[in-house]
């Protein structure tokens, strides 16, 4: 016998398990297996439903590190049933093998008395309170189809969509800002914390700081294909998700398990630009205008039909920094405006024309660097469109110096402001003061032979 936890929303678990009435000789393996998955899974106690077993029996074990609690030791409860013997309750945190990441505060009957046989069909009765009886009741629900999402409580007004927010950067910390009084909010979904600055601190992204400050939780799962992120988004019941500035390709199994579907806010006029730097883009290419598109989520990135698409002035000074706040301010207005007509189901979406697409790059780090023989223009752009990440860079004595700002000045490009490499921002002349030999910019190379 090999078998796997099943997860919420298998069938299984909502089914209401066989009495059992022949003790063959399978059940004590079978018990021994549901031991097995449940101290593999840290869990407490464990019905056969949840193994795909759809028998009526419970294991129940409890190891405390606290040697002050209270121990459980090993019972298997056949058939068992459970009535409660005081009116006295209780409230706890409830988590569920089945349902990964959901905590639910039940109230339970604090004391009951458990009648069960054991592997061999004798007849077991016992009281039981405090975890023991709490752990008892939630395994025999389990065997009647009860989850402890059914225990949940509408905490938030129902009028209003219960919306996940997917995204890292503070593109969508802007957007939620905007959104949150129109639409429910109940988590936000982001990368995972990486390493960051000189010391490697494990942060996590500005969406997850900013979702604390607000109280929201927040999901941040490694990996979008893992079963358990489908099962634990199904049992937030989403009405819509919002993508702002996530940069993975979401599987279309989660884009489309909401009722209205997924919309996606995307800082370009769509079909152009499409993919991870559109910001970058508009401004590298030296547009008058860009834009803001919101599209419902398809399988390939940025190909979603039109929901909304709003024009945005360029007139040449934008820094990435800069542009990317004020698009995601009018990407959250045009959220805001459009989403009770679209929940009304009363937008026509529209089509992109593949023809018209383009694409855009991933920034390289050869990309970032300031190649001085090329045109001042170019430069210059560069410089506002890595403003200030990944930092525009020249290379001055083998090491990377970053441009912060600059402009031109009679066909040439003049430096404003700058950093050392964990060093704080300073102007020019500051550096120049510092620095008491002749200028010497070397060639990107210079950096790979260091
Ligand atoms: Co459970």
Request: with cysteine.
């Amino acid at each position: 016998m090999n078998r796997k936890l099943v997860y919420y929303p298998e069938p299984i678990l909502r089914q209401k398990a066989h009495p059992v009435r022949d003790f063959t000789d399978d059940l004590p393996v079978l018990a021994q297996e549901m031991r097995r998955i449940m101290k593999e899974n840290a869990g407490m106690g464990l019905a056969a439903p949840q193994i795909g077993d759809s028998r009526r029996i419970i294991v129940v074990e409890y190891v405390p590190h606290d040697p002050k609690e209270t121990a459980i030791p090993f019972t298997v409860l056949i058939n068992p049933e459970i009535t409660p013997t005081t009116k006295k309750t209780d409230v706890m945190q409830e988590g569920c093998l089945s349902i990964p990441y959901v905590e639910v505060e039940i109230e339970r009957p604090t004391e009951v008395l458990l009648t069960a046989q054991d592997l061999q069909g004798n007849p077991i009765q016992m009281k039981a309170k405090g975890l023991f009886a709490r752990i008892l009741q939630h395994e025999v629900d389990h065997l009647n189809g009860t989850l402890i999402l059914d225990y949940e409580t509408e905490a938030h007004p129902a009028d209003k969509p219960k919306t996940i927010v997917w995204g890292s950067t503070e593109f969508t910390t802007a957007i939620m800002n905007t959104i949150r009084h129109d639409v429910n909010i109940t988590h936000i979904l982001t990368e995972p914390a990486k390493p960051k600055g000189r010391n490697q601190v494990l942060t996590p992204t500005v969406a997850k700081q900013y979702a604390d400050t607000l109280g929201i939780p927040t999901i941040e799962p490694d990996d979008l294909t893992d079963p358990r992120l489908y099962t634990y988004l199904l049992s937030l019941k989403p009405d819509l998700m919002i993508v702002a500035a996530y940069g993975r390709l979401i599987p279309e199994k989660l884009f489309t398990l909401p009722q209205f579907g997924t919309l996606n806010v995307h800082p370009s006029l769509l079909p152009k630009y499409r993919g991870a730097t559109p910001i970058q883009a508009a401004i590298l290419n030296g547009d008058s205008e860009t834009g803001v598109t919101i599209m419902q989520l398809a399988a390939k990135f940025d190909t979603g039909d039109i929901v909304a698409k709003v024009p945005y002035k360029l007139d040449g000074t934008e820094t990435y920094k800069d542009l990317e706040f004020e698009l995601a301010t009018l990407g959250a207005e045009m959220l805001a405006a459009i989403l009770p007509k679209y929940l009304r189901n009363e937008i026509m979406s529209m089509e992109q024309d593949d023809e018209e697409a383009t694409g855009t790059k991933k920034i390289t780090r050869e990309a970032c660097w300031l190649n001085l023989e090329e045109p001042a223009k170019i430069n210059e752009r560069k410089v506002r469109a890595y403003s200030p990440d990944p930092g525009a860079f020249v290379i001055l004595d083998g090491e990377p110096l970053k441009v912060l700002q600059a402009h031109i000045e009679q066909g040439q490009l003049v430096f404003d402001q700058v950093q050392k490499a964990g060093k704080k921002p300073m102007s020019w002349k500051e550096f120049l003061n510092g620095y008491r030999k002749p200028l010497h910019f070397e060639p990107y190379e210079g950096i790979l032979s260091r």
